[in-house]
Nanobody
Framework: QVQLAESGGGSVQPGGSLRLSCAYS????????IGWFRQAAGKEREAVAY????????YYTDSVKGRFTISQDKAKNAVYLQMIGLKPEDSAMYYC???????????????WGQGTQVTVSS
């Protein structure tokens, strides 16, 4: 089993910044990849960024490249999503997810956190 807990969401104005945290624990092999997904009301869940925990290799969806950065602190068993230049279209529930492999879709991710809400509005 892998447990995930997100934190750091909130409300910001356009152009603002937030850092999301995902604290993880549990079976190492099952959390080889940690990904951040988001789901806005009425829309499908989409992958935002994901990282192989062992190598640090990371990937981003095009709409967040240059604005979002995924990072990790292995000593704290945490993965972060630093978000700058936030736009209203970034508003969504953000989830971290863990799986054995990384992918830009939800299927390979076995474990999910409860989510943290990000709202960007003026």
């Amino acid at each position: 089993q892998v447990q995930l807990a997100e934190s750091g969401g909130g409300s910001v104005q356009p152009g603002g910044s937030l850092r999301l945290s995902c604290a993880y624990s549990g079976y190492t092999y099952s959390r080889n990849c940690i990904g951040w997904f988001r789901q806005a009301a009425g829309k499908e869940r989409e992958a935002v960024a994901y990282m192989y925990v062992t190598t640090g290799d990371s990937y981003y969806t095009d709409s967040v490249k240059g604005r979002f950065t995924i990072s990790q602190d292995k000593a704290k068993n945490a993965v972060y999503l630093q978000m700058i230049g936030l736009k209203p279209e970034d508003s969504a529930m953000y989830y971290c997810a863990a799986g054995r492999v990384c992918a830009a879709h939800a299927v390979p991710y076995t474990y999910w956190g409860q989510g943290t809400q990000v709202t960007v509005s003026s």
